[in-house]
């Protein structure tokens, strides 16, 4: 199981746009997919046709990790209906604002990774739309990830955000998760005839040199039609869909590339969640809340009220 965190430090760029892409071209090449849902937003559980009435949500599973509270919060995609394949959504919920503190604990950073544990033999690929800014729930789904693919638009301030983000990743790898790597920057909403995006491409690429991949997605309105019909984009009808849906083809073969160069040290290790250090060393009450959390006690307290 391969999970890839996908990210900005800057909301509006189109991460969520991005996760539902990526899903689409999942759910057509017959992966075993699930959505994690992690922006307090929950736009991605809204465009995958969730039906969430009876269900509990991914705030439950950050309050209580426990193999019964993930599968119960849990749901298949609309998109199901009609086609084969398994691609499912843990489901979003407003109230994950609740998790997002500045100073996570121990604890807290790894229990959606306990929680992906528990899922490890039943999908091939986990896709995390993650909150928009770098508090705990953006470490949270980083502590679990193999991969983080940042994702920017060419302007001068998401430029500045796709730096912040990699650096970020490489703060939390050596201090927290020594597999986690940047699986590049994606382009998005980019127009090839705008001199300024043209200029923040090669900007980028100046700056991140191969992190930034070749694949640069265009701003189109067929994303935003097949998003707001709650449909996969690679369903939906028009060259302009054909042509986004192969741009997310080579993406998703990105992705498929680094976990298969990871797949020697997960058949051999699995998911085992080891936090080895506080996220900020810098706050007193942080390292020694980690301290006290990482001593193994039970992570199966009572669900939250």
Known sequence: ?????????????????????????????????????????????TGMDIDV????????????PRDKIVRQAIAPSGWTEGHGGTIDVLIGSPSA???????????????????LATLETEYDLVLIDCAPSLNALTRTAWAASDRVMVVTEPGLFSVAAAD????????????????????GIVVNRARPQSLEHQYRIQELKDMFGPLVLETILPERTSMQQAQGAARPLHVWPGEGAQEMALQFDELLQRVL?????NGEEAAAG????????????????????????????????ERRD
């Open 1 to 45: 199981m391969h999970v890839l965190s996908i990210s900005s430090l800057k909301g509006g760029v189109g991460k969520t746009t991005v996760t539902l892409g990526l899903a689409s071209a999942a759910f057509a090449k017959g992966l075993r997919t699930l959505v994690v849902d992690l922006d307090p937003q929950s736009d991605a559980s």
């Open 53 to 64: 009435q009876g269900r509990l949500n991914v705030a439950d599973v950050l309050g209580n």
């Open 257 to 261: 590339d680094a976990a298969a160069a």
């Open 270 to 301: 699995g998911r085992v969640p080891a936090p080895t250090a506080a996220i900020d060393a810098s706050s007193a009450a942080a390292v020694e809340d980690a301290e006290a959390e990482a001593t193994g006690e039970d992570l199966q307290e």
């Open 164 to 183: 912040r983000a990699l650096r970020a990743i490489e703060e939390i790898r050596r201090g927290l998760s020594p597999r986690l790597q940047p699986l």
């Open 97 to 115: 604002i609740n998790f997002d503190g500045p100073h996570p604990t121990i604890k807290e950073i790894w229990r959606l990774e306990t929680a």
